[in-house]
């Protein structure tokens, strides 16, 4: 059974930055694919980005430039480093994870919140 546990989230200014984490239990190399998740209140979950196990990744445009996704497959962890932090990145952040190919994703963390004053 794979867990997720999502770490790193705080409150920070406008153009700061954080480190979210996601700590993997169970065999890192079994997920094909994981990703990163945000949702702001009243507003849909929205995908930020994502890591495969071969090391390409995938930036939402909102996010690219400034957000970067990583997998460190030895340290079974998923990370978001999140840079020039923006007040519309306020959201709960979570890590996802699948065994597919595909955006399905059966496996989920509690979140972490993030939340950048202007």
């Known amino acids: 059974q794979v867990q997720l546990v999502e770490s790193g989230g705080g409150l920070v200014q406008a153009g700061g930055s954080l480190r979210l984490s996601c700590a993997v239990s169970?065999?890192?190399?079994?997920?094909?694919?994981m990703a990163w998740y945000r949702q702001a209140p009243g507003k849909e979950r929205e995908l930020v980005a994502t890591?495969?196990?071969?090391?390409?990744?995938y930036s939402a445009v909102s996010v690219k430039g400034r957000f970067t996704v990583s997998r460190d497959n030895i340290q079974n962890t998923l990370y978001l480093q999140m840079n020039s932090l923006k007040p519309e990145d306020t959201a709960m952040y979570y890590c996802?994870?699948?065994?597919?190919?595909?955006?399905?994703?059966?496996?989920w963390g509690q979140g972490t919140q993030v939340t950048v004053s202007s």
């Open positions: 996802a994870a699948t065994r597919e190919s595909i955006f399905s994703w059966p496996y």
């Open positions: 890591a495969d196990k071969n090391g390409g990744t």
């Open positions: 169970g065999n890192i190399f079994s997920l094909n694919l």
